[in-house]
Every structure is written in structure tokens, then in C-alpha cells.
């Protein structure tokens, strides 16, 4: 039994981080209809990013977050005004493999700036578990779950309450009605883009604690981003952050009960499932 | 006159919103059946139901005795029943004459068969001219015809067309008046969505008024123009403050 | 000049270059030479691409899991081989309906989806393949991967000394692919997946069975799909999970090749391949060890400025350029026509 709550705790704790790497994605496709395939390469990037400036710094990555969260914003933002408005109108081939794209070139220049090499960035809690009755949890698992509910937080916060944020949803809801009333609907784009992106970076300094950081770690989050999107309902910020949570307990589970190469498999599976039965997601729009 | 279509008590209700209550009429073979109402009424959300885009949420939908109701749209096509779109829902990633053989498809399976027939459907509507360019250069009025092109190329017993004449000038709708009755000659029975009076009451048979999703009125054009509740439905009831 | 382009002694001399241009490789090239090998590697992916065609540029379903049709070909007439001594040959057309099978499992959650959900689901689906094929290491060795006996040259057993017989192979299941695309393109089903395409309302309503057209291309599709695995598994002798059923090794490659060459044209594919192919290779030889990213780069970067350029491909940006022309020759036949009538 304990090994079985133990299981779900630790899902959730992964799935926290899920949930904000994939609030991007969906705030993405929500706002600007596109749906970024290379959203994995900018968590990738934020990874290098937090690590390097760790190397130079000697500051604790998840200190670091926020500055690591501005450059993947900028980088964001260059990439939507440069290349994907451009294919805002073309047809759904061109977007799709445009992002796609996107994503092998930044994938080998990452490899070809910094190799293949697994690099790690240790901290010093990286190996420290906190003990709560029967069950441990990994500190920096909990500080990442943590940071990313912070992250969620003042970015529900930012869209509800300040008026770039509702500028930003109106134009999800009625772009006609939001460029009557004065909204720059490509300069929301750019936004929501570079956020998007940015939190994706930002989450990948929150992760670099306990993970390695290697320029295809993208293809092994590919997969759980999209499905966590999807079952939330692509568009749905709500939506990816429970669905976050789902998802990260479904793989917990499931590595308890089958073999490890076969941890994504269900998740793969209940990525199918959604698409056939509920494609607009557990809360979809 | 026989019967060749009929709704039940058909209501369709999108979310708490209900487009269309508790409809009920028929419509006899070989008429033309007019349908009125203010926009929202629900006009072509009937259509729409009839032609199988949507199912109703209750009632029935009854097609030469047959019921059809939450039959797939092409399943209904094939049986004789086919409509034009509002909003003009043209292929226009193909050409002209391609548009019209997908429809002739329905009924002959060869494509140079369709191909023929297609030719032969756009001359009857007067669009014979260069058939190669897209749908996107054509004008307003030759959209329009496109699309009821396509749809009788269908082979349909019943035709609905949905506002095929906005946006005519008054000769055109003259033309369009014609090529309407001419349809109706031909065998096909038709329901017919306008917003100009004057057209919909000469072309018209019968006439049904909807307001709000309702049936308000059904009859003669006469009857029905000078019904009270469709003329406050077009143009509100008398103010009551003093 | 348009008109007379397309006038029957032209098009046979087309043809014949064209005829000429494909016989030409096994006659000039030595038989275990650099050319003739990554010869028929050109023709599958252009096979690839013109199966890939079928839903991806006729029906606008963009699959990125072209994959999975691939690499289950390839395992079915390999394991035949390998466990049963079936002659690849039988083993390829039940790869073709191994793959024909899968394509109407992963049907049914996938085809309601339009856009990118379809995308995603073909993705998923791949995916979930490579993982279970990597799973079961007992039928299919894993990760370590497959490879095939090679029993000496023969016909029977689909293996030859040097690669000609090969090309030649792949040469006449080009042919067959590219003429099962000539006739879905030019026939019912092609009008059916162009309408459901642009319209999928529209089509319905006109009588289009929109899910059955979509059903008869994703089945054409991937039965060749499966074909053409089995060629890869012959030509390399060797196969992998990670490979056959790789994203990025062949489902986004499948894909780039039709992109190129002119999306929903039959001979895009074939362009594609022949741009994309060689330079794959060259850029592998070019760029070892640590620049092998480079070749990478160089895709990705060609793939982007040829969306932002011209997203239909090279060979539809050729036909707006004729189209262009003859437009412009029909005006000027018809302005001269009316001159000489005043």
C-alpha cells in the first residue's frame, strides 16, 4: 500500500512539472492556433541555458529560473515574429513542419555547441530526501513541484488579472472582437508565443537539479507534453495543469507495475484514447 | 398531394440555447416550400437537420416514409436529399467543373460519366463558360450558381436551398427566380430560405414563418405576410410605454 | 508554346527521356559502386513519398507516422523469413497487409481528428510500435536489432549480388506506386479526398462517404508503405525498432521528400527524393564524427526556408509558373484576336 501511494506522490510531484511544460504548449495552440512542435527543444534549451549559467555563476538553478525563463522568452519571441507568423495563413502542412523544423535545428545546434555528452548540474540538495512519515520524497523533486506551482500561479495571476493577460484571451476568444477594441492581435502572438516558450525553458532550470541535460532529451518529453496538452484539452491552461498531474501518477503507477521500457507505453496508450473518445480533452474548449 | 418530408416535433438545443423547439410540418412533393424569419430563427439549423449536419435533440425526421434523422449527410444525399450553403461552401481548391462532378459522383460511378454530367448541370444554370479557373474568381452571383449546380448535379428528389439569392441585384434575381422555377419543373421539390420578400412570396407555394426557433405561421404567401406574429417578429411589437 | 508542350509527339518524347533517364543507373554505374547503391534508396523514398501522398497530400491528412506502416512491413517479411523460410516476396505482400491492418486500427481513434490532433495521433502511434517492438526482444531481438540471412544471390529469395537486382526492384515498385497514385488521383476517390479536403462539410453534404475515402487512402497508403519496408529490409539486410519506426529517421523524412517535390503531385515525390536523398548521403560522408549534426542543420535549415518560400513544393510553384504562362498567352491569343477584328 505505501508503495502504492508512494507511487502516486511521486507522479504527482513529475507531474507538476509536466503540467507547466505543457501549459506553454497549450496557451500556444489556445492564442495562436499553431501547435509548437519544437516545444520540447525549448525545455532543452533552457536546460543549457540554466546550466552554463550555473557553471558561471556558481547560483542554484532554480534561483536562476527566472532570467533562464527571459532568455527562452526572447529566443521565443524572435522565432514567432520571424518565422511562424509567416505561416499563420498557410496551410496546415506548413505549420506543422515548419515548427518541426525548428525543432531539428536547434536540436543540432545544440549538438554541435555542446556535443552529445550527458552533462549534470549537482546541487547541493540533489541527493537529499525529506522523510515524511512511511514515504520520501526527493527535495529537489519537491522544490521543482513547488517553483512550477508558483509559475502556474502568477501565470493564471498574469492572464486573469492584468490587462495584457485579458488582452491575450480575448484575442483566444474572438480575434475580430479583440482588434475592435484595439488589440494588436500578432503582438499577442509574439506573447503568448514567447511565454509559452519561456515557461518551458524556465521549467527545464527548475528540473536541472535531478536531471541530465543532453540536446535530445527533448524526444524522450516530446510524447508526455503532447498527450498531457491533449487530454487537458489543447487550449486549456486549467486543463494541462490537472492533466499534468494525471498523467505524471499514470507513468508512476505504471513503472511500479511493468517494466520500465514500457513506462511510456500506457501513457501513449491513454494519448490514443483521448484522441478517440475525448479529443477536446478533459476540459477542452 | 403526397407527402415527401416531414418533421416531428424536432427541437435541436446547442448547449442551454434552443435553435430550433418542437418544429412540426410537411412539405409536399413538387412544391416549392418557402421558409421565413428574422435572423437566429433557426433556419438553417432546420436545414442543417434535415440534411443530416446535425442531429435533433428531440424528434423526428421523416423522408418519403423513411426515418432519417441521425443519418450521416452523404447517407441522406444518397437517398435524395441535398442543400446549398449559406455561407457558400465552395471546393475552392478545385476547379469549377470539378466542384460539380463531386456531386455528380453521387450517382454515376465512372468519372468521365460524372464528367459529362457535370458539363451538362452547368450549362443548365448558365455557367458553361471557362470551367477550369477556381471558384475564388468567380463573382458573386456565378458562386452562387456553382453551388446549386453541385448540388443538383446530386440527382436530388428534394433541394434546399439556403439564401442562394443574397446580394442580387434585381435583375439577377429575376434570373434567379427562373432558374428556381425551372428546378421545381424539372421534378425536384424545394425549400427555399430568402430574406427578400418579394422573391420568396412569388416563388413560394406555401410559406412557413420561424421566430426564435419557433413555427409562428404557415400558409399561403398571403396568409402568412399578413399574419400578425410574423410581421412583429420582423418588426417588433408596438412600443406599450405612454 | 503551352499548347504545343502538350501535344502528343512532345509527351511521348517525355516519356522516353524520362524512361531513359531511370534505365540509365544500373547501365552506367558499376554494380557495387557509390552510385548504384544509394540508387534504390532515392527510388524507395520517392516510393515512400508517392505512397505517403495518398492521404498526405490528396486528403490534406498530414501524418507524421508513416513509420509505423514502415517498420511493421519490414519486421513482417524479415520474421516470415527468418522464422518460416517464406520467400520475401510472399513476405512483402503480407507485409503490404500487415500494414493495410494497422492502418485500420489506428483508423478508428484517429480519423473523427482533423489537422494536427491527426498528426498527433499518427505520432503516438509510431511511437507505441517502436516501444512494444523494442519490448519484445525474444521475437524481434530489440534494440540490437534484426538482420536478415542473407542465403546468396537469387531471385527467389529477393537478395542479389551487388545492388542492380535491387534497383531494378524498387524501380518497378516505384512504378506500381506511382500508378496506384496516377489512379486514385485522376479517379472517384481522388475528386472524393480533394472535396473532403477542402470542405469536409460540403463534401458530406454532396454525398461524399468522407470517412470511406479517407479509410480507402489510408489503406492504399500504408499497404505500400509496408511494401516498401520489406525492400529495406532485403536492400540493408538489417533492421532496427529505433530505425524503421523512427520519427525522425523516416516518418519526418517520408514526408520532407513529398514536401519538396510538390505536395499532392505525382511526380513531387520523385524531385523530392532526388534533391533530398543525395544530399542526405553527402552531407553523412562530408560531415563525420561531431559535425554530424551538421547535416541535421542543413535539413532542418532547408526545410524551413522552403516552407517560408513555397509550402506546396517545387514542383506546384512550377505549376503556378506554367499556369501563369498559359493564362497569359490566352489573354494575349484572344486581345490579338480582337485587334484584327477592327
Known amino acids: 500500500m505505501t508503495n502504492l501511494l508512494q507511487a502516486i506522490f511521486n507522479g504527482m510531484l513529475t507531474g507538476g512539472v509536466y503540467a507547466v511544460v505543457s501549459v506553454g504548449l497549450s496557451l500556444v495552440f489556445g492564442i495562436v492556433d499553431v501547435v509548437n512542435f519544437a516545444q520540447p527543444e525549448f525545455l532543452m534549451m533552457g536546460m543549457f541555458v540554466a546550466y552554463f549559467m550555473v557553471l558561471m555563476s556558481g547560483l542554484d538553478p532554480i534561483l536562476l529560473s527566472p532570467l533562464v525563463f527571459l532568455v527562452v522568452f526572447v529566443f521565443g519571441a524572435i522565432v514567432q515574429k520571424v518565422l511562424i507568423e509567416r505561416v499563420l495563413n498557410a496551410p496546415l502542412v506548413a505549420q506543422i513542419f515548419l515548427t518541426v523544423a525548428v525543432a531539428m535545428v536547434m536540436t543540432s545546434a545544440a549538438q554541435l555547441l555542446f556535443g552529445a555528452d550527458f552533462r549534470s548540474s549537482p546541487t547541493f540538495y540533489t541527493t537529499i530526501a525529506v522523510h515524511v512519515g512511511p514515504f520520501q520524497f526527493s527535495l529537489p523533486q519537491i522544490l521543482a513541484f ?140 | 398531394m403526397s407527402e415527401i418530408l416531414r418533421l416531428e416535433k424536432v427541437t435541436k438545443r446547442f448547449g442551454g440555447l434552443s435553435a430550433v423547439s418542437d418544429a412540426s410540418f410537411s412539405v409536399n412533393k413538387g412544391e416549392i416550400l418557402g421558409i421565413i424569419g428574422p435572423n437566429g430563427a433557426g433556419k438553417t439549423t432546420i436545414f442543417s ?63 468521365e460519366d460524372a464528367i459529362a454530367e457535370a458539363r451538362k448541370t452547368l450549362s443548365k444554370v448558365g455557367l458553361d463558360s471557362d470551367t477550369t479557373c477556381s471558384p475564388a474568381d468567380l463573382g458573386l452571383v456565378d458562386r452562387a450558381r456553382l453551388e446549386v449546380a453541385r448540388a443538383l448535379a446530386t440527382g436530388p428528389t428534394l433541394l434546399l436551398l439556403d439564401e442562394v439569392m443574397a446580394g442580387l441585384t434585381p435583375t439577377e434575381m429575376k434570373d434567379a427566380i427562373e432558374m428556381v422555377r425551372n428546378i421545381r419543373n424539372s421534378g425536384i421539390t424545394l425549400m427555399v430560405v430568402e430574406h427578400n420578400m418579394k422573391a420568396i412570396m412569388s416563388l413560394s407555394d406555401r410559406i412557413i414563418a420561424f421566430d426564435h426557433g419557433a413555427k409562428i405561421a404557415e400558409g399561403s404567401p398571403e396568409e402568412v405576410s399578413n399574419h400578425p406574429d410574423v410581421i412583429d417578429s420582423y418588426l417588433g411589437a408596438e412600443c406599450e410605454s405612454a | 508554346m503551352y499548347a504545343r508542350l502538350n501535344s502528343h509527339p512532345f509527351k511521348i518524347v517525355r516519356w522516353a527521356l524520362l524512361a531513359l533517364l531511370l534505365i540509365l543507373p544500373p547501365l552506367i554505374f558499376e554494380n557495387r559502386g557509390y552510385y548504384l547503391r544509394i540508387s534504390p534508396l532515392v527510388l524507395m523514398f520517392a516510393g515512400l513519398g508517392g505512397a505517403w501522398n495518398i492521404i498526405g497530400g490528396f486528403a490534406n491528412q498530414v501524418s507524421l507516422g508513416h513509420a509505423a506502416f514502415f517498420g511493421a512491413g519490414a519486421y513482417t517479411s524479415t520474421l516470415l523469413f527468418k522464422f518460416t523460410g517464406i520467400s520475401p516476396w510472399v513476405g512483402m505482400m503480407a507485409a503490404g497487409g500487415v500494414a493495410g491492418i494497422l492502418s485500420l486500427v489506428i483508423a478508428v481513434p484517429t480519423f473523427r481528428l482533423r489537422g494536427h490532433y491527426f498528426a498527433l495521433g499518427t505520432i503516438a502511434f509510431a511511437e507505441i510500435l517502436r516501444v512494444l ?151 553523412n560522408v562530408v560531415f563525420t564524427g561531431n559535425l554530424a549534426a551538421v547535416s541535421r542543420l542543413i535539413y532542418g535549415g532547408l526545410l524551413i526556408g522552403l516552407i517560408l518560400w513555397q509550402p506546396r513544393g517545387l514542383l506546384y510553384w512550377l505549376s503556378q509558373v506554367v499556369e501563369r504562362r498559359r493564362q497569359n498567352e490566352i489573354r494575349m491569343a484572344s486581345t490579338k484576336m480582337e485587334a484584327s477584328h477592327e
Open chain 3, 133 to 283: 517492438f523494442l519490448y519484445f526482444k525474444g521475437i524481434t531481438e530489440g534494440p540490437v536489432g534484426l538482420c536478415v540471412p542473407f542465403v546468396g544471390h537469387s531471385i527467389w529469395v529477393f537478395q542479389f549480388h551487388g545492388n542492380v537486382g535491387y534497383y531494378l526492384t524498387a524501380l518497378a515498385l516505384l512504378c506500381l506506386t506511382f500508378f496506384v497514385a496516377y489512379r486514385v488521383k485522376m479517379g472517384r476517390l481522388g475528386y472524393q479526398l480533394r472535396a473532403l479536403s477542402s470542405s469536409h462539410e460540403a463534401a458530406e453534404v454532396v454525398g461524399v462517404d468522407t470517412y470511406r475515402a479517407k479509410l480507402w487512402a489510408s489503406i492504399l497508403s500504408s499497404v505500400l508503405t509496408g511494401a516498401w519496408g520489406t525492400f529495406y529490409a532485403q536492400y540493408l539486410c538489417f533492421i532496427d525498432p529505433d530505425t524503421v519506426f523512427g520519427f525522425w529517421t523516416f516518418s519526418v523524412k517520408i514526408a520532407m521528400v513529398v514536401i519538396l517535390g510538390g505536395l499532392g503531385t505525382i511526380w513531387g515525390p520523385l524531385v523530392g527524393a532526388l534533391i533530398l536523398i543525395p544530399l542526405d548521403e553527402w552531407t
Open chain 2, 49 to 111: 437537420l434535415i440534411v443530416g449536419l446535425h442531429k435533433p435533440s428531440e424528434g423526428r425526421i421523416v423522408f418519403n416514409g423513411r426515418e432519417i434523422q441521425g443519418l450521416a449527410p452523404h447517407t441522406i444525399a444518397k437517398l435524395g436529399v441535398t442543400k446549398t450553403f449559406q455561407t457558400i461552401s465552395l471546393f475552392n481548391d478545385m476547379p469549377i467543373l470539378d466542384n460539380v462532378v463531386v456531386g455528380a459522383l453521387l450517382r454515376h460511378r465512372k468519372t
Open chain 1, 146 to 285: 513547488v517553483v512550477s506551482g508558483s509559475m502556474a500561479a502568477i501565470l493564471w495571476a498574469f492572464m486573469e488579472w492584468t490587462d495584457v493577460g485579458r488582452a491575450i484571451r480575448a484575442t483566444a476568444q474572438n480575434r475580430t472582437a479583440a482588434v475592435l477594441v484595439g488589440v494588436n492581435p500578432y503582438r499577442m502572438y509574439v506573447l503568448a508565443f514567447a511565454i509559452g516558450t519561456g515557461l518551458a525553458g524556465a521549467a527545464g532550470a527548475v528540473i536541472l537539479p535531478y536531471s541530465y541535460v543532453f540536446p535530445t532529451i527533448g524526444h524522450d518529453w516530446g510524447l508526455i507534453m503532447f498527450t498531457v496538452v491533449v487530454l487537458g484539452g489543447l487550449g486549456s491552461v486549467p486543463g494541462a495543469l490537472v492533466a499534468g498531474l494525471v498523467i505524471g501518477v499514470i507513468q508512476s503507477l505504471t513503472s511500479v507495475y511493468l517494466p520500465t521500457q514500457l513506462q511510456n507505453l500506457v501513457v501513449f496508450i491513454v494519448f490514443l484514447l483521448t484522441l478517440a473518445y475525448r479529443p477536446a480533452g478533459l476540459l477542452g474548449r
